[in-house]
């Protein structure tokens, strides 16, 4: 593939920034605060698309900014890989900023000016993660992410809050400098370089011993957002948080950029040959494998609705791991394809448990029975995103779980291909019920009440996308064959 130097893949990066400053300085006037969220988010999206075409003719966008010394730079670099997520969260943050508008007002929440300038803060770590062209890069912005949204786990400032918050730092900032830094710091030790680039992967491959491991298991560990077990306990203790926070969280930024990075370094620091060499692939695979069921096992017991939804995006999450840990190009594309996928129907997920708390201040399970009758539009879109996270076509979770599949009866692991199945069977263990209960329980009488049209719109626009990609995923695979 050929590199090309532009400016391009710092432009969302620096739209985000200002957009932040914005925000602080419309502090005194809400509706421009909003405005500033939404034009920002726009823009930022836009200046996204503007790459696609030049990394769809198989071009590498990269921008240096800085060289500390040999080997270590800060610099962007954008393939199809940065362009998946950079899409999704820059999309997605559009969705939420009309989404943030309804439920901050509806309940009319303090605080709202630090709340979106960490939101969008937020944002920036994200889209800084998906351009990064270095592992210093990458802990630079993956590190601003767990800074900005500490405030907006602790957002209620209560006990139950601060006691949340500040297990989300414990496990955030402690595998980052515990595990995270010494990884960084042993493969420059083995390659004499941070960049992504063929000199990474051929320092690494040379080396192939005890501590080339060790470094891979600590990379793994050490991206703790990725929420793979036994590092996983912050995720559902931080649904304290408000309901648009849990998108965020789950959806957009944040656990997203754990996985992303722990894909980014599978496939740029390591690469698939060390991993099947080594056999590390099929290790992580079922590594993973127990976060996949183990999570939904537990999902099934919980009857609070956000940390019944905590569970499933922790199982959820190793399926992206679990799909490049084939080595294979479909489970690899299975795995990638699941970051969006996910994406879209946990986005959607969120945003209906936010609605239904608005609009009936209601927060469990055994609550919502015929609450379909009086949100029908929320709780379609709930039974929709859940068919995409069961894995049923024609819905986006299909067809990663099918690239997957097929990922695994490449490889011959029959281990593997019962984890995806049965998994599946677990998925709809927990998501059914709570449409069954939405429909075919409690009084069955139309009376409509809904949220705000801020907030249900873009519930029902996340779910209609979670269908299209599952119906025309064709530009998003394609796009995802660009590795560089």
Not at 234 to 244: C, D, G, Q, S
Not at 383 to 407: D, E, N, R, T
Request: glycine content about 8%; hydrophobic content about 50%; charged content about 10%.
């Amino acid at each position: 593939m050929k590199e090309v130097y532009s400016f391009k893949p710092l432009i969302p990066v620096l739209i985000t920034l200002f957009t932040v400053f914005f925000i602080i300085f419309s502090r005194k006037r809400p509706n421009l605060r909003e405005f500033w969220s939404i034009l920002g988010s726009s823009l930022t999206f836009f200046s996204v698309l503007l790459m696609i075409k030049e990394v769809a003719e198989g071009k590498i966008l990269f921008f240096r900014l800085s060289q500390i010394g040999p080997g270590l730079s800060f610099f962007f670099r954008v393939d199809g890989l940065s362009l998946i997520f950079g899409l999704v969260s820059s999309f997605l943050w559009i969705l939420a900023s009309f989404y943030n508008i309804g439920y901050m007002r509806s309940l009319n929440e303090h605080a709202q000016t630090r709340y979106y300038a960490c939101f969008t803060s937020a944002i920036l770590g994200a889209q800084g993660v998906a351009y990064a062209g270095s592992l210093l890069t990458l802990y630079l912005f993956y590190e601003i992410i767990t800074v900005v949204t500490y405030p907006l786990v602790a957002h209620h400032q209560d006990k139950e809050a601060y006691e949340a918050g500040k297990k989300y730092l414990f496990y955030l900032m402690g595998t980052s400098k515990g595990l995270l830094l010494p990884a960084m710091a042993l493969t420059y030790v083995f390659c004499g370089t941070l960049d992504f680039s063929l000199s990474i992967q051929e320092g690494l491959f040379s080396q192939k011993d005890f501590w080339v491991s060790l470094t891979y298991w600590f990379f793994i560990l050490g991206f703790a957002k990725a929420a793979i077990m036994p590092l996983h306990n912050w995720l559902p203790t931080a649904m304290v948080a408000p309901t648009p926070v849990s998108a965020l969280l789950h959806a957009v930024a944040v656990v997203k950029a754990g996985v992303f990075s722990i894909v980014r370094v599978m496939l740029s620091v390591f690469g698939l040959a060390f991993l099947g060499e080594t056999g590390l692939g099929v290790l992580t695979a079922y590594f993973v494998s127990i976060t996949i069921i183990v999570a939904s096992v537990i999902a099934l017991t919980k009857d609070d609705l956000k940390e019944r939804l905590a569970y499933s995006t922790i199982s959820q999450l190793s399926y992206v791991v679990l799909g490049v840990s084939l080595l294979l190009p479909q489970g690899v594309e299975g795995g990638v394809f699941h970051i969006l996928a996910h994406a879209l129907g946990k986005i959607t997920l969120f945003f209906c448990a936010g609605a239904i708390y608005v609009a009936h201040h209601k927060k469990k399970i055994s609550e919502l029975g015929g609450i379909g009758y009086k949100m029908p539009f929320t709780m379609g879109a709930f039974a929709l995103a859940s068919l995409s996270m069961i894995g049923v076509p024609p819905v986006g979770g299909f067809v990663s779980k099918y690239f997957m599949l097929q990922g695994a009866m490449g490889i011959g692991e029959m281990g593997i291909m019962v984890v995806l199945l049965s998994s599946s069977l677990l998925n709809a263990g927990y998501f059914a019920p709570i449409t069954f209960r939405a429909f075919f329980e409690g009084e069955g009488r139309f009376q409509l009440k809904e949220a705000p049209l801020w907030m249900v719109i873009p519930l029902c626009v996340t779910a209609l996308l979670s269908i299209f990609v599952g119906v025309w995923p064709d530009p998003f695979i394609s796009l995802m064959r660009r590795l560089g």
